[in-house]
Nanobody
Framework: QVQLVESGGDSVQPGGSLRLSCVDKRYTTYVNLCMGWFRQAPGKERGGVAL???????SILDSVKGRFSISKDNAKNTLYLQMNNLRPEDTAMYYC???????????????WGQGTQVTVSS
């Protein structure tokens, strides 16, 4: 069983940077699982931000390309989301997810963390 825990969310000013982390607390190897970062702002649906499959191929949401990147450290069982040049519209609860299909649909992911809040405001 996978148990995901996110951290790294904070309040930052526009233009700032954050790195989110997602660790599998039960140390279950998820080398071959598809992983993703999703976000949900108040009143909006949850949507994908960055995805990575078991072969480390990635896909990034167009609106964050060039600013966000996804990476994984298998030795630490940790998934990362590096976020640079943050904008107010990036404000949301960010979730880590793991599943067996490489998909932008949240429904494709079986395991979810509790979320970490990112607020971008001056």
């Amino acid at each position: 069983q996978v148990q995901l825990v996110e951290s790294g969310g904070d309040s930052v000013q526009p233009g700032g940077s954050l790195r989110l982390s997602c660790v599998d607390k039960r140390y279950t190897t998820y080398v071959n699982l598809c992983m993703g970062w999703f976000r949900q702002a108040p009143g909006k649906e949850r949507g994908g931000v960055a995805l990575m499959n078991g072969e480390r191929s990635t896909s990034i949401l167009d609106s964050v390309k060039g600013r966000f990147s996804i990476s994984k450290d298998n030795a630490k069982n940790t998934l990362y989301l590096q976020m640079n040049n943050l904008r107010p519209e990036d404000t949301a609860m960010y979730y880590c997810a793991a599943g067996f299909r490489f998909s932008w649909s949240p429904a494709a992911y079986t395991y979810w963390g509790q979320g970490t809040q990112v607020t971008v405001s001056s």
